[in-house]
């Protein structure tokens, strides 16, 4: 049985009883309460235009060489490789020691960074070639050039537990050509290289340090970079400071940048308050109101790229990445009452009552901003309860039906989860939400050892790097084990070809297929939020999530 989609961003979201829903999100404001802490959540209006401000320059500012910048993270990131990793707070610490083939800007535009231009790709679109650096150096004194990059690929392909191999498409062979110059063939076209080569796929490691450490490398990680790797201290900081082998050491300006894990969003708040903190990650939108007005604070806000979402297991039993096994449970073995799930979601009404209007509703990994958004992955499943009854009972099963939801133990992932709790009891289902430390959350997703849990996703540039690895059958991050032979052959095909016209048209097909099926409920987007004192500048942050402190200095303030 299917339903249809309306355009999330041309029309408002259909309610049904909505006296209703604002009671039942009134009282799952009540549970939160109690459970965090917060204060009553309360109905808010449409979410309203937000101003991107994704940096706070240097300019004329006289700045104050060295001093030690300490960063609240709000999660602990996962092991220090980028070849394994999968936390949005490792690309924060590693943005700092690992430079990448290619970033972005703050427009979102690829950049070269250690390439010296964009790929050049033959006619057929079988061999890329990049133009590489040749006056860096790695942290621990080897010369950085072709070579090093062929190793640090092959690495990708190769190590057990990469979750960047099927973020490279099918390459066929890696030559370094010449020092400066490196050939990467295909079996066919893939366009979405570059674009993955300006995340962790294009972070460059030591070819020394693979060797000697082995799968070891995230313990003591050698890139080239600003800043290079000094302690790890678990479940509280990781500290690195400046590399003086770097090739623009000129731009950095800190001696150290220490990251302090503070989960609870009030106390990274206060922490910044006080001076104990000069940059905080994902304010919440309980504290950003507030930030905004008071001295001393500066609050940086963009659009992600990204997305939350609820993932079903569907066929998760051996690990990711491997193929899908049988989950012999109704919600596993039914699309339609995973459909009736996401009936069941108000997804404008949750985010503008759980974050004060500063997130947005989402059902694609596609953002609306992206030039690579059309009608069909705009498009947003009905919120009709009613509806999602009466498919729970063509279904067979009984009601409520039960699920067992895991979700990081933050307040503001709480928060939204009772009132998710709350709101879809409406649609017929009894949802029981379990708290769990996020880096425990990150092995629970790859292990399968859920029903369904509640993560998000930070956001590529190219759909691809959102779509391919998480739904397609054994992807690196296809968390939820799903499987669907036309969704592996329209991502696979829009990945070889270059014309974004096409390609969006492809993806939205894509989505329509992933929304009949949904192994991913998308939620919401959030918009990131990065506070700091105005005691320093050169922070920035763009909408790929990452907070960039490279060139971060403290600088004279009038008191």
Request: aromatic share 6%.
């Amino acid at each position: 049985m299917q339903h249809p989609t309306q355009p999330l961003s041309r029309h408002p979201l259909r309610r049904t009883r909505p006296g209703r829903a604002a009671g039942l999100l009134a009282a799952a404001a009540v549970a939160v309460t109690a459970l965090t802490a917060c204060q009553p959540i309360q109905p808010l209006p449409a979410t309203p235009v937000r101003e991107d401000s994704t940096g706070v320059p240097i300019g004329e500012a006289t700045i104050r060489e060295g001093g030690d910048l300490v960063m609240a993270l709000s999660a602990e990131p996962d092991r220090l490789d980028p070849t394994t990793s999968s936390s949005l707070y490792t690309r924060y610490v590693m943005q700092t020691m690992c430079q990448k083939l290619y970033d972005i800007d703050a427009e979102g535009e690829l950049v070269p960074q250690l390439a010296t231009a964009l790929p050049e790709i033959s006619e057929d679109g079988l061999t890329v070639t990049i133009p590489v650096r040749t006056d860096a150096v790695f942290a621990d004194g080897v010369p950085f050039d072709a070579d090093a990059v062929r190793a640090t690929l092959e690495r990708h392909l190769t190590l057990e537990g990469s979750t960047r191999k099927s973020e490279l498409g099918p390459i066929a062979d890696i030559r370094a050509v010449s020092p400066d110059r490196v050939q990467i063939s295909y079996e066919k076209p893939f366009a979405p290289l570059a674009a993955a080569l300006a995340d962790r796929a294009g972070m460059m490691l030591s070819p020394r340090a693979i060797e000697e450490k082995g799968a070891e490398f995230g313990n003591s990680p050698v890139c080239v970079g600003p800043f290079k790797f000094v302690d790890r201290v678990p479940q509280t900081s990781i500290t690195v400071e400046r590399d003086p082998l770097f090739y623009d050491a000129d731009s950095v300006h800190l001696d150290t940048i220490t990251y302090r894990i503070i989960t609870d969003a009030n106390i990274r708040a206060a922490n910044l308050r006080s001076g104990d903190v000069q940059v905080a990650d994902t304010i919440s939108p309980q504290d950003v109101d507030a930030l905004l007005k008071e001295d001393g604070v500066g609050v940086l806000q963009v659009g992600s790229l990204g997305y939350q979402g609820l993932t079903v297991n569907v066929g998760n039993t051996d690990g990711v990445g491997e193929p899908p096994g049988t989950i012999d449970t109704p919600i596993a073995q039914e699309k339609a009452i995973r459909m009736a799930l996401s009936m069941s979601i108000d997804r404008e009404a949750l985010v503008n009552t759980v974050f004060n209007s500063w997130f947005e509703p989402a059902c694609s990994p596609i953002s609306p901003a992206s030039p690579y958004a059309s009608e069909l992955s705009e498009a947003c499943p009905p919120f009709d309860p009613e509806g999602a009854k009466k498919m729970l009972q063509d279904a067979g099963v009984e009601t409520p039906y039960p699920i067992r939801m895991q979700v990081t133990n933050t307040p503001d992932t709480l928060r939204y989860g009772q009132a998710l709790q709350a709101a879809v009891a409406d649609g017929g289902f009894d949802l029981t939400v379990v708290p769990v430390e996020y880096s425990t959350l990150l092995d629970v997703q790859s292990r399968g050892d859920f029903e369904a849990l509640q993560l998000g996703w930070s956001g590529r540039i190219d759909p691809h790097g959102n779509m391919f690895n998480f739904l397609s059958t054994g992807g690196g991050n296809n968390y939820s084990g799903y499987g669907n032979p036309e969704v592996d052959r329209l991502l696979t095909s829009a990945a070889q070809i270059n014309d974004v016209g096409e390609r969006a048209a492809i993806y939205g097909q894509a989505v329509e297929l992933v929304q009949q099926d949904n192994p991913l409920i998308y939620l919401y987007r959030q918009r990131n939020l990065t506070a700091y004192s105005t005691d320093i500048a050169g922070v920035e942050t763009f909408a790929d999530g990452v907070v960039h402190l490279s060139n971060a200095a403290f600088i004279e303030t009038e008191n």
